[in-house]
């Protein structure tokens, strides 16, 4: 039996000479495809690049890929805050005549963190609850106070604009996804358009909300197009690859378009299917 080698990206090639010349030592051999005679195995690589915003002025993200195998493999999705514990291997193709040889870094995981997993009703603990409940115990008679003490602190960088804060929370609160009898679903998230002169503390709004959301991705409209809003289709190595744009890194979350009359028309229309039913179709030739 050969074993595929890891760092010729797991092609099996052929031996030489038979392992065994006391039996064999032959030097000519076929590949068995009777049952039984491949044993594979759960892989996945992914592609991890720094955050955007924790980099210094200037400088550009860098990634690396990582191999992910048995029971890692989609433990992750796109737009993922991940902590990676692995060990970094080299890899190359296939040695031919001629040719130059490319060694690549790559990390072979054997644990992946998820730092941003939705958080579910377990998460909320019994002090938060309390807290929660005297809260609105106390403002039981006034509900518009209580909710103005929210507003306030919702961009507190911004004074005033209690509208435009309300909207803002409404974006976040989100609402209920209903699913009708014949299949049919309709989203519970909102979507927000803001408008306003310049100078009025549009831009602050959007980096708010991507600081205090797990899953979000803040872009600009200006230079932006259906594939990087969307997915694009890459070749890397001789093989054709799907990367998440903007609204699939934030599934989840909340996607931030800046200067969104900036994008071409023909741009916009292809967003229109993930603001209305927060699906995407890709159709790449």
Partial sequence: MQEADFEQFYTASKPGRCPNPELCNSVKFTVSSGKGSTVCRDYQEVKLQEQVQKLAIGTIPRSMAIVLQDDLVDCCKPG????????VRRR??????????DIEIVIEANY???NNEQRTKSSITEELRQEFENFWSKSCTTPLTARNKILASVCPQVYG??????????VLVGGVQRHAENGTRIRGESHMLLVGDPGTGKSQFLKYVAKIVGRSILTTGIGSTSAGLTVTAVKDSGEWQLEAGALVLADGGV??????????EHDKASIHEAMEQQTLSVAKA
């Fill in 92 to 101: 190359w193709r296939p040695l031919n005549a001629d040719t130059r040889v």
């Fill in 80 to 87: 993922d805050d991940v902590t990676v514990f692995g060990i």
């Fill in 161 to 170: 604009l209690y509208l435009v804060k309300l909207a803002v929370t409404l």
């Fill in 112 to 114: 992946v963190q998820v």
């Fill in 255 to 264: 996607c931030c378009i800046d200067e969104f009359s900036s994008i071409r």
